[in-house]
């Protein structure tokens, strides 16, 4: 069953509990938390996520694109996160750092930016819920979609069938009705949309779109079949 997660990210941020709302129907909502050090972009923190989880039933996904992520992403459950990805570039102790997630209650997600390979992290895998391949540069909304990084995302699928593991695969970046279903053949099963989702007119019925899209799309492929 193919994941939407439309990112707020191009939502506009003066009516964030409105324009949860319009995605009504959503998996999870992807919160976009940028700190202007790990990426040259800020968004939002902790005290914004607090108030968005009160404000909505859609589970918050996050994707903390910050320094220093040991720190601060248990906190980020503490605010009512369901799931909080850290980037594997930017932790210390990427294992304990999961474990601390997972032990407080939420999801723990990793994220590899495009320049980031896959292999060094095939043990990692097992302790988490979900890994974030990104197709596009982390930091800003709205960029073109990078095709080069559908061999990682195949590579990803083949090892977590290897291992034969309950792990969601991710991607974010440039996710749209043009590329989505490259991404499902490939292996990826939650796609975030930021731009593709807020920029269409009715934002709900570009979820139902881009959900169909990506399930026909992976109905036949190889991983979804052996799942
Ligand atoms: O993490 C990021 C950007 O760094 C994303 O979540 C973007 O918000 C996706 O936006 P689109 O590429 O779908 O417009
Ligand atoms: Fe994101």
Not at 63 to 76: C, F
Not at 111 to 137: F, N, Q, R, S
Not at 192 to 218: C, F, H, K, T
Request: net charge negative.
């Amino acid at each position: 069953m193919a994941q939407i997660n439309p990112s707020i990210l191009s939502a506009d941020f003066a009516r964030l509990a409105q324009e949860a709302e319009a995605v009504r129907g959503s998996d999870w909502l992807h919160v976009d938390v940028m700190d202007n050090h790990f990426v040259p972009n800020l968004t939002l923190g902790i005290p914004v996520v607090e108030s968005l989880s009160r404000a909505t039933d859609i589970p918050l996904d996050c994707h903390l694109m910050i320094e220093d992520p040991d720190r601060w992403a248990p906190q980020y459950v503490e605010a009512g996160a369901g799931s909080v990805t850290f980037h594997v570039e930017a932790a210390a102790a990427p294992v304990r750092l999961a474990r601390e997630i997972r032990a407080k209650g939420a999801r723990a997600s990793m994220a590899l930016k495009p320049g980031t390979p896959i292999e060094p992290y095939e043990d990692l895998l097992p302790e988490l819920d979900m890994l974030l391949i990104m197709t596009v540069e982390p930091g800003f909304g709205g960029q073109a979609f990078l095709d080069i990084m559908l061999p990682k995302i195949r590579r990803t699928r083949e090892l977590i069938a290897k291992h034969d593991l309950e792990l969601w695969l991710q991607v974010d970046g440039g996710v749209s009705a043009s590329t989505i279903e490259r991404c499902a053949e490939a292996g990826a099963d939650v796609f975030v949309a930021g731009s593709a989702v807020y920029g269409a007119e009715d934002p709900a019925q570009a979820v139902a779109g881009l959900r169909s899209l990506a399930e026909s799309a992976s109905a036949d492929a190889w991983w979804a079949c052996a799942h």
